[in-house]
Antibody
Framework: EVQLVESGGGLVKPGGSLRLSCAAS????????MNWVRQAPGKGLEWVSS????????YYADSVKGRFTISRDNAKNSLYLQMNSLRAEDTAVYYC?????????????WGQGTLVTVSS | SYELTQPPSVSVSPGQTARITCSGD??????AYWYQQKSGQAPVLVIY???KRPSGIPERFSGSSSGTMATLTISGAQVEDEADYYC????????????FGGGTKLTVL
């Protein structure tokens, strides 16, 4: 069974940093592209970033480019999101999501999310 | 930046057909995907590659795409289909950046 478990969320002050992690199990992690998707309270889904299986291809939404860094450790079956220069508008539940097949380009399996709150 | 546009809300009575649209300039060249999200839960994929249904998704869910518009159709909507629905695609620049529509709240009552 595919499992994705996010961690690392919490309360951080504007301008601060946070690192999210996603622990994957139940599949061959190194064979799949992965994504981060966020959802602000009461708002819609927003695609944040994606990374290919070997980290060769990395993409970011304009809203986070230059501030967030996606990475993965295939040996540890883990996905990460380093978030710097955080703003109030980054407050959201952050979901880790696996592509449907290798590099299908769309999320299929989702974690339950971790809440990031940016507030002074 | 690329945008996908959905109506904020759609309302139908149980047993009626619900149609939710998604418009985007790149849809003639890019697939549309549809996700269902119930309150407090993670999204669930209900349609992929415009019109394909994942295993476990009821047959009443179908999708189509023509020109710059994709449509999710729920034939004979049930009360349990009440949820937020999001379309998803990638931009046309070839860099596989994802984008979600703003979401449509489907009310079945």
């Amino acid at each position: 069974e595919v499992q994705l478990v996010e961690s690392g969320g919490g309360l951080v002050k504007p301008g601060g940093s946070l690192r999210l992690s996603c622990a994957a199990s139940g599949f061959t992690f190194s064979s799949y592209s992965m994504n981060w998707v966020r959802q602000a309270p009461g708002k819609g889904l927003e695609w944040v970033s994606s990374i290919s299986s070997s980290s060769s291809y990395i993409y970011y939404a304009d809203s986070v480019k230059g501030r967030f860094t996606i990475s993965r450790d295939n040996a540890k079956n883990s996905l990460y999101l380093q978030m710097n220069s955080l703003r109030a508008e980054d407050t959201a539940v952050y979901y880790c999501a696996r592509d449907a097949t290798g590099s299908s380009g769309y999320p299929y399996y989702w974690g339950q999310g971790t809440l990031v709150t940016v507030s002074s | 930046s690329y945008e996908l546009t959905q109506p904020p809300s759609v309302s139908v009575s149980p047993g009626q057909t619900a149609r939710i649209t998604c418009s985007g300039d790149a849809l003639p060249k890019k697939y549309a995907y549809w996700y269902q999200q119930k309150s407090g839960q993670a999204p669930v994929l209900v349609i992929y590659e415009d019109s394909k249904r994942p295993s476990g998704i009821p047959e009443r869910f179908s999708g189509s795409s023509s020109g710059t518009m994709a449509t999710l159709t729920i034939s004979g909507a049930q009360v349990e289909d009440e949820a937020d629905y999001y379309c998803y695609s990638t931009d046309s620049s070839g860099n596989h950046r994802g984008v979600f529509g703003g979401g449509t709240k489907l009310t079945v009552l």
